[in-house]
């Protein structure tokens, strides 16, 4: 199949326009490279958009408002065809930080006046030039803590802001080779298989060493937080996670692709579990299943993975448990 260039030099261009975009001209900036009908999916509360307008209101000019002097520091930047619609459509993924001087409230989150760093990871379609559909996933709650405002109990593990790959090559802008690409889905393909339902009848550290390098690391949202090694992994976050639910459904994917040793997926949602009780300190949903939308990006070294980062809307999984972290936010600012 042929590259990726036309599609990527689209998003980077987009990408160029809005490092100079305020609040005022973000609008047309956005238009000049999207569809009219435009999807574009965020996280709570951001939720489903339609439209430069809609995308425009709801994230882009209160976003510009209260940060300043904004850089995109991107990590990884990838492309590929997408496996979950018979290979048709082409993605772009971006992830890294949206850096800027924290200057005014947003969201309910009282400024710093500091540098403050938005974890993001960005999924665009493309097709004849022009963005068609977009997932825009960000970690609020972990800018809340860098703000000293974290809505959460003591994590699991430990949460940092994130670096990039250990390998430092996260930066496709030439494309890889397609057979790495696809080596890479394979793997990933194998570990979702072995996910499964959580049942696939072995200790979690056995069914993770089939598919993950013993040193992995897993870069969890905040919340959650980061871990080192399968054994810690296991522990600090998958064991813990499992135990908490039930009735977990089948994966469900908008978008999985891979170029060269990276990779990745999103999901609207990805699944949806019964929640038992004890994730972050909260009850059981008594019966009621709760979704998940989640980010994964991948880093593949050799024939395993090594490094993941992972956004999970974490406000619109409260939420959906009764717990409006930004309401809440309001009412103790009020």
Same mark, same amino acid.
């Given at each position: 199949?042929?590259?990726?260039?036309?599609?990527?030099?689209?998003?980077?261009?987009?990408?160029?326009?809005?490092?100079?975009?305020?609040?005022?001209?973000? %609008?047309?900036? $956005?238009?000049? #490279?999207? &569809?009219?009908?435009? !999807?574009?999916?965020?996280?709570?509360? =951001? +939720?489903?958009?339609?439209?430069?307008?809609?995308?425009?209101?709801?994230?882009?000019?209160?976003?510009?408002?209260?940060?300043?002097?904004?850089?995109?520091?991107?990590?990884?930047?990838?492309?590929?065809?997408?496996?979950?619609?018979?290979?048709?459509?082409?993605?772009?993924?971006?992830?890294?930080?949206?850096?800027?001087?924290?200057? %005014?409230?947003? $969201?309910?989150? #009282?400024? &710093?006046?500091?540098? !403050?760093?938005?974890?993001?990871?960005? =999924? +665009?379609?493309?097709?004849?030039?022009?963005?068609?559909?977009?997932?825009?996933?960000?970690?609020?709650?972990?800018?809340?803590?860098?703000?000293?405002?974290?809505?959460?109990?003591?994590?699991?593990?430990?949460?940092?802001?994130?670096?990039?790959?250990?390998?430092?090559?996260?930066?496709?802008?030439?494309?890889?080779?397609?057979?790495?690409?696809?080596?890479?889905?394979?793997?990933?393909?194998?570990?979702?298989?072995?996910?499964?339902?959580?049942?696939?009848?072995?200790?979690?550290?056995?069914?993770?060493?089939?598919?993950?390098?013993?040193?992995?690391?897993?870069?969890?949202?905040?919340?959650?937080?980061?871990?080192?090694?399968?054994?810690?992994?296991?522990?600090?976050?998958?064991?813990?996670?499992?135990?908490?639910?039930?009735?977990?459904?089948?994966?469900?994917?908008?978008?999985?692709?891979?170029?060269?040793?990276?990779?990745?997926?999103?999901?609207?949602?990805?699944?949806?579990?019964?929640?038992?009780?004890?994730?972050?300190?909260?009850?059981?949903?008594?019966?009621?299943?709760?979704?998940?939308?989640?980010?994964?990006?991948?880093?593949?070294?050799?024939?395993?993975?090594?490094?993941?980062?992972?956004?999970?809307?974490?406000?619109?999984?409260?939420?959906?448990?009764?717990?409006?972290?930004?309401?809440?936010?309001?009412?103790?600012?009020?």
């Amino acid at each position: 199949m042929s590259g990726f260039q036309a599609e990527k030099a689209v998003v980077l261009a987009q990408y160029e326009a809005l490092s100079g975009a305020t609040s005022d001209s973000v %609008a047309g900036v $956005l238009s000049q #490279r999207v &569809t009219q009908n435009w !999807a574009w999916r965020g996280v709570h509360p =951001f +939720n489903a958009q339609t439209g430069v307008e809609a995308v425009a209101e709801t994230f882009w000019k209160p976003f510009l408002t209260a940060f300043s002097r904004v850089q995109r520091r991107q990590d990884i930047f990838f492309a590929g065809r997408n496996e979950t619609d018979g290979l048709k459509g082409v993605w772009v993924v971006s992830m890294g930080h949206l850096m800027g001087l924290f200057d %005014a409230p947003w $969201l309910g989150i #009282r400024p &710093t006046r500091k540098i !403050a760093m938005l974890r993001y990871a960005e =999924f +665009n379609r493309v097709k004849n030039g022009q963005i068609i559909e977009t997932a825009f996933f960000c970690d609020i709650p972990h800018l809340m803590t860098q703000a000293g405002q974290s809505p959460f109990p003591p994590a699991t593990a430990q949460h940092l802001v994130q670096p990039g790959p250990i390998s430092h090559n996260g930066l496709l802008f030439e494309d890889a080779p397609e057979a790495e690409g696809k080596a890479t889905l394979a793997v990933i393909n194998a570990m979702i298989s072995d996910l499964g339902t959580w049942d696939l009848g072995v200790p979690i550290e056995e069914e993770l060493a089939r598919t993950w390098h013993v040193d992995m690391i897993w870069w969890g949202p905040e919340g959650i937080g980061a871990t080192y090694t399968i054994e810690r992994y296991a522990k600090q976050h998958a064991g813990p996670f499992r135990a908490a639910f039930k009735e977990r459904s089948k994966t469900g994917h908008l978008a999985r692709l891979a170029e060269g040793h990276f990779g990745g997926f999103f999901g609207w949602p990805n699944f949806q579990a019964v929640h038992e009780g004890g994730l972050m300190g909260m009850p059981s949903s008594q019966g009621q299943k709760t979704e998940f939308r989640v980010v994964d990006i991948y880093l593949r070294r050799d024939d395993k993975l090594a490094e993941n980062w992972i956004f999970i809307d974490m406000l619109h999984w409260l939420k959906s448990q009764g717990i409006d972290v930004l309401e809440r936010l309001a009412k103790q600012q009020a």
